[in-house]
């Protein structure tokens, strides 16, 4: 009964806590945003290495006549998030 009375007091006080954050600022939007952008882009180099590390495995035990595993595509050089772009506002419509 403690233990169950303990956890709700703790959980309404972590939740009043967590409500109270203040919003982020522009640079620290722009600082997750990146990091973000990092994540992803880590993300997509190591689903390529693991293409490669696939492959290799599948034509060691590939049997004769079998078709080749697929090619892996590389991904892209990584490219920072650029915040300084201004969003684009869509076109007048003009009859």
Request: proline residues 12%; glycine residues 4%; aromatic residues 6%.
């Amino acid at each position: 009964m403690k233990k169950s009375i303990a956890f709700t007091f703790c959980a309404v006080l972590a939740g009043s806590v967590l409500a109270a954050l203040p919003a982020l600022t522009p640079e620290a939007q722009e600082a997750a945003s990146l990091v973000k952008a990092k994540t992803a882009y880590g993300d997509k180099v190591g689903a390529y290495k693991l293409c490669l590390a696939q492959n290799k495995v599948a034509d060691e035990y590939r049997a004769a006549g079998t078709p080749a595993p697929a090619t892996c595509v590389a991904p892209p050089p990584f490219v920072a998030p650029d915040a300084t772009v201004a969003p684009t506002t869509p076109m007048p419509l003009t009859k």
